[in-house]
């Protein structure tokens, strides 16, 4: 049965990985490049269309939930363990090195398959340094001085459960769709975004892609016989997976996790070379090398104590209705906006005046 083959996972996470790299590299998606036009050009159309991939994959997920179709109860997500400093400390690391690097772990293995070098070298940084920070000697330092910091819950994280155990309210999907809407509201107001379809269509599809990762993960836990993490996308230490994963070649069989990080790289490919979009880039100096490293750096470390990136967090982690998503993801706005002020305006400061 195809169900016996330990392969199945990756290969759904590569099928996954692809439509979605493929769909981010056509309509060149990227959260840093979202906030950064946001912020300083007023346009606020790639913010619309990551936030439509949010709320997309919050909908079509609780909705699936409330059928009863799959079950995401044991997603790291929703664990009673909230590490509440790390998500705003590695949140802001991850905002700060994001903008050093000019995208997010997720736009690096997109731009990795339209032809950047450097952004080979950020996703080995970023694997290396978040194998580092799970399991090595920063990860040490981390459980030692983070995980004491932790409050825990006395069940889920999932802000359903929080207002349950609060008011008695017991209807995790018409929270949902409250927050869903409200998101939904904001992104359609703009005229200019409604006459998008592109970016319509670019933040539906990234959205169900996360959808359909719960899915395929939540069933294939119950028919293979290996053990299977419940999860969806993820671009932090899925990087460091493949490292480990092609130097123990005889190690443990890759995860969904890994074989969505080398989808992204293929559909992206794919879709670069389909409309002339390939361009090979590499770093001009060793300043800029030096600033990638170290972005790459803070985003794999910084990734690791958030529990998740823009993606993660962000959209995963949202589709969830975990209490860290919109936390994690204000850090890393935070971050984001720290960096580029260095960059751009040369202060750290979040209240100066731009020049």
Partial sequence: ?????????????????????????????????????????????????????????????????????????????????????????????????????????????????GGSIRSLIVVVAIGLAALTAQKGLIGSLRVSVLEPLSIELSSSQSIASIIERISGFSSPFSIAVIMAVALLYWIFSSAEFRADKRS???????????TAGWIATSFLSTVMFRQVQIE???????????????????????????GLVVGVVIGSAIAANLTNDVRWEACDDARELGRHLSGAFLMGTGGVMAAGCTIGQGVSAMSTMALSAPIAFISICIGARIGLKMLIEGTSSLFSRSA
Avoid: K
């Fill in 1 to 113: 049965m195809l169900t016996e083959s330990p392969w199945l996972l990756p290969a759904v996470g590569l099928l996954i990985g692809i439509i979605t790299g493929a769909v981010a590299r056509w309509n060149h998606f990227c959260t840093l490049s979202a906030l950064e036009r946001h912020w300083y050009a007023d346009d606020s159309r790639g913010l619309r269309t990551w936030v439509l991939a949010a709320a997309v994959a919050l909908l079509s997920t609780q909705a699936l939930i409330a059928s009863g179709n799959i079950n995401i109860d044991q997603s790291f997500y929703l664990r009673p363990h909230f590490a509440l400093t790390g998500y705003v400390i590695g949140g802001i690391m991850f905002g700060i090195g994001m903008a050093l690097v000019g995208t997010c772990g997720f736009g690096a293995l997109v731009r990795l398959g």
């Fill in 200 to 210: 319509i269509f670019t933040g539906s599809i990234i959205g169900l892609c996360v």
């Fill in 232 to 258: 969806s996308a993820s671009y932090v230490l899925p990087p460091g997976e493949v490292l480990f994963s092609l130097i123990a070649v005889t190690g443990s069989i890759p995860d969904y996790g890994v």
